[in-house]
């Protein structure tokens, strides 16, 4: 493999060794969850919560433009199927099988039909009845459980 070009930015040169990830490499991802609960338990005790939060925001934003970007061009530098670097396994696999049941008239009438009572139901303050005019069958509805997940908080960038 050929050296890369110098990156003409200064920011570029000094990301492999940001002063945060210093002596952390290479390790297990264990170790790492240890080490960032550490220095996130150090850094709310002398900083603005906040300012931390905001930080750390900005720096997501930062990695979730660069890694997909970097991943291709490691997936393309890849000799082989797998291989490992710096601490880190890369293995290229295939994309996970995906069904369209779309094409076939009975699902479609089938899951339209269940997001319809899904709606019914939904609708539904306590259980009802409700009787076939054909045969007399009487079918009991009930409301859905309501669950909630855990409360966040959002946030975004300005």
Do not use: H
Request: aromatic letters at 8%.
């Amino acid at each position: 493999m050929e050296p890369r070009p110098k990156p003409e930015s200064d920011f570029l040169p000094a990301l492999p060794v940001l002063p945060i990830l210093e002596g952390i490499e290479p390790k297990s991802k264990e170790e790492i969850q240890s080490w960032a609960m550490e220095r996130v338990t150090e850094l709310l005790a002398w900083q603005n919560t906040f300012k931390v939060l905001d930080s750390l925001t900005r720096l997501k934003e930062i990695l979730t433009v660069m890694e997909p970007i970097v991943r291709e061009a490691a997936s393309t530098e890849m000799a082989g199927k797998r291989d490992a670097f710096y601490g880190i396994t890369l293995e290229k696999r295939n994309g996970a099988v995906q069904y369209d049941f779309s094409t076939d008239p009975t699902w479609v009438q089938l899951d339209k039909a269940k997001k319809d009572l899904e709606k019914y139901l939904k609708k539904l303050t306590g259980p009802a009845q409700e009787t076939d005019p054909e045969t007399g069958e009487v079918t009991t509805f009930y409301p859905p459980a309501k669950t909630y997940g855990k409360d966040s908080l959002a946030v975004s960038l300005k």
